[in-house]
């Protein structure tokens, strides 16, 4: 199937789960979106075969509005999930993220891309209607990041299951997008190291997060005076 009817078909498939919210009929359509992504990204790496090695990938992306770190922590579990890796930069003592860089192979930033554009929005929304403190929301972003990764991770393997050298292969892509990660801090005269959010959870909003997500470790490093988010 064409790229852009797959990503007609999957917005629509989003749209629809959105709009049933809470709902089975929501459940089954993220579903089938997350299992056409994951058999997707099987069939462009197959159109690929016999051809010039696939390119790997650096894209930018702005983030705006109200909790960009946790817009990033979603962002950061869809590249986790699809064999990207991304950081951010953020100024230092700050949680504003202005702007996060992605790296791995076209097919798989290009699915990031696509459904982080519907998913970030779905997120943002739903926590707004969820208790009354910023703590209780910001624990329902991250319990929805968490949950989406899991269900995307379960399409991939699953796909994955049915050819074992497609398995073998989305190690190297990881292995590849890594490698275009170091060149790009390098050249920026960065460092990534890890770092850890020390906030805690609201356990109840977290809980529901990950609800929404099944109805639908943030990794983060300092580069000099600013900090970036690193899958």
Request: overall charge positive.
């Amino acid at each position: 199937m064409p790229a852009l009817a797959i990503e007609e078909k999957v917005r629509k498939l989003l749209a629809l789960a959105r709009d049933q919210e809470g709902t089975p009929e929501a459940d089954a359509f993220y579903s089938k979106a997350f299992d056409l992504m994951a058999r997707y990204g099987l069939e462009q790496h197959q159109v690929e075969l016999g051809s010039s090695e696939p390119d790997v990938v650096h894209r930018t992306m702005d983030l705006s509005g109200s909790y960009t770190d946790m817009q990033f922590g979603l962002l950061h579990h869809l590249a986790q999930a699809l064999h990207c890796r991304v950081v951010a930069s953020k100024k230092y003592r700050s949680t504003v993220v202005h702007q996060a860089n992605l790296f791995g192979l076209r097919r798989h930033v290009e699915r990031v891309e696509l459904l982080f554009s519907v998913l970030n929005a779905t997120m943002v929304a739903q926590a707004q209607t969820v208790g009354r403190t910023v703590r209780a929301r910001r624990s329902f972003m991250h319990g929805f990041s968490v949950g989406i990764f899991h269900r995307l991770a379960a399409a991939e393997s699953q796909v994955a299951t049915e050819s074992t050298s497609y398995s073998l292969v989305l190690i190297n892509d990881f292995e590849k997008a890594t490698v275009l990660l170091n060149e790009w801090a390098r050249a920026q005269g960065m460092s990534v190291a890890s770092y850890t959010s020390r906030r805690s959870n609201h356990a109840g909003a977290f809980a529901a997060g990950g609800a929404a997500a099944d109805r639908a470790d943030l990794g983060q490093t300092r580069v000099s005076g600013f900090r970036a988010l690193s899958a």
